[in-house]
C-alpha cells in the first residue's frame, strides 16, 4: 500500500459467473481497510462484471482477439490495473495464462485459488482429476502466481475429503464453499502485512501471527 493511500486497493480478473469474487466483495470489500477498485475480464458476457457494477466497481474488458498477441493484450490489462493505483491482483476463476512480463511486472502481487492441494493436480480439471486418481483427499489452495502453472508460492490450503461415491457435483459444491472461505481469508492476511516470501529464491511462505 503507498503511502498517500487509506485503503489496501485490489483488483480480481475473472471470466465467469464470479462467485469467489462475489465472496471477496461480501467478506472484505469496504472493511478492513480492503477496496475492490476493478475487476477486468477476457469475456465481455462474464457475469463477474455484473457482479461488480452492481457494487459500484470499475469494470474493464480485454478480449483476446481485440489483441494481436498475448503479451499486448496484458500490456494494456496491466496499464488499467496500475492506472487504479491496485495493490495486488486476484485471479478468481480467470481461466487465460498470463504473459511472463505481466508476472514480472506485479512480482509476489498476483494470487490465485485453486481447486486442489498443491503440488498435486496442477493445471486444468482439479478436480477431474482427483477424481480419476481416486484420491480420498483433496482441497484447495491459494498461491503467489509465476510463471509456471500453479507453481508459485503457497500461501495457505485447506484440505477436503472425498467420500466414497462422491460424485462431481458433490465435490465440486465442497471444494466451492472451500474457496469462498479461504480466498478472502489469505487476501485479508496479505492486506493486514501479515504475508511474506521468505527471500529472492525462496518458496517458503510466512505468515506472521
Known sequence: MSSDQTSFRIVVLASGSGTNLQAILDRLHGSRGVE???????????????RARSAG????VFPRDDHPDRRTRDIAMADWIESLGADLIALAGYMQLVDPSFVARFRDRIVNVHPALLPSFPGLDAIGQALEHGVRLTG???????EGTDTGPVIAQRAV?????C???ELERAI???EH????EAIGMIAAGR???AGPDSRRVIVDQ
Not at 465481455?44 to 462484471?49: D, H, Q, S
Open 57 to 60: 466497481i470499475a469494470t474493464a
Open 140 to 146: 484447495v489452495t491459494v498461491h503467489f502466481v509465476d
Open 36 to 50: 475492490v477498485v476493478g475487476v477486468g475480464s477476457d469475456k465481455a458476457e462474464a457475469f463477474a462484471l455484473e
Open 181 to 184: 472461505e479461504i480466498y478472502p
Open 161 to 165: 475429503e472425498i467420500p466414497a461415491n
Open 176 to 178: 466451492h464453499a472451500v
Open 167 to 169: 460424485d462431481r457435483a
Open 195 to 197: 504475508v511474506r516470501i
